[in-house]
């Protein structure tokens, strides 16, 4: 009997806890099945819907059969559509033809377009085409193009290609003319000079003049020097001159001890005279 009082106190107190989760659960459901029927899901039950409800969900999904039409899905049933809304879809089916027409894009119906729009569209085709042919393009038809347009063509071509050549670009030297060969070696030669002064990995030694490769060397060996002073990784001391060496020991010293003196940067105490050690550390000999 005690089990039995207990179970069904158990079962008030589960009944009590889940009420409220109940309730809550109750009004949503209406709610849920009117989004349900406004979205056309097969989970939509009609028969549950207020007359307003109705209503409202037969409109949204004739504002979605609208849409779908304006944007050319599948799903479009012009059937449904009102007389004005067929008007204003064939209006805007026109315009997106004749974009896309403008635009060059297969999905262009010329036949659908008016007279002066399919001349508009043919000029803007021809247009197209001599652009494609001048860059070099592809999709270039010189079957299209006037002789006119052929020799204006061909001279852009040849002007690129040499532009490609003197930039040290891919290109087809074997188009240039012989002044124009003698050009692109000469702009090469003075590349590869300034490449491999400024230490660029683009260089070719071997093609350097006497007074080049010269001035190749100078400017490596300043580029060491300013490596050795900033401390640097790329820094070759057997590089330097004696007189160099010198200098830069010089001034490592003097950087050296001054960092000891202000107590910013590195200190080496080591590397001080004893006088510069007492100078800063009375003590300093059983510092060393």
């Not at 003319?177 to 692109?184: I, N, W």
């Not at 683009?202 to 300013?226: G, P």
């Not at 960092?259 to 080496?268: K, Q």
């Not at 006088?275 to 000999?285: G, K, L, R, T, Y």
Request: glycine share 4%; with cysteine; proline share 2%.
């Amino acid at each position: 009997m005690n089990i039995n009082v207990s179970r069904y106190r158990w079962a008030q107190v589960a009944c009590l806890s889940l009420w409220p989760v109940l309730l809550c659960a109750q009004p949503s459901e209406p709610a849920q099945n009117l989004a349900d029927c406004k979205n056309g899901m097969e989970s939509c039950d009609r028969s549950r819907l207020s007359e307003s409800e109705l209503t409202d969900v037969l409109h949204s999904q004739h504002e979605q059969n609208v849409a779908s039409c304006r944007n050319g899905y599948g799903s479009c049933d012009r059937s449904k559509l009102s007389e004005r809304e067929t008007v204003a879809l064939a209006v805007a089916d026109h315009q997106r033809n004749v974009s896309d027409c403008t635009m060059g894009l297969s999905s262009c119906n010329p036949s659908q377009l008016t007279a002066a729009e399919a001349r508009a569209w043919s000029v803007a085709q021809h247009r197209r085409t001599l652009n494609d042919c001048e860059s070099g393009y592809g999709v270039c038809d010189r079957s299209k193009l006037t002789l006119s347009e052929l020799r204006n063509v061909d001279i852009a071509l040849h002007q690129r290609n040499f532009a490609d050549c003197r930039s040290g670009w891919t290109c087809d030297r074997s188009r240039l003319t012989s002044s124009e060969t003698t050009e692109v070696d000469v702009v090469e030669r003075r590349r590869n000079a300034e490449n491999c002064e400024d230490g660029w990995g683009d260089c070719d030694r071997s093609k350097l003049t006497v007074s080049e490769a010269n001035q190749t060397a100078l400017a490596e060996h300043e580029r060491n020097i300013i490596a050795c002073r900033g401390g640097q990784e790329t820094c070759d001391y057997s590089k330097l001159t004696p007189r160099e060496a010198t200098t830069l020991a010089q001034a490592e010293h003097k950087r050296n001890y001054t960092a000891c003196l202000s107590g910013n940067g590195y200190c080496d105490l080591s590397r001080l005279s004893l006088e510069e050690a007492h100078s800063i550390h009375p003590n300093a000999d059983n510092l060393r």
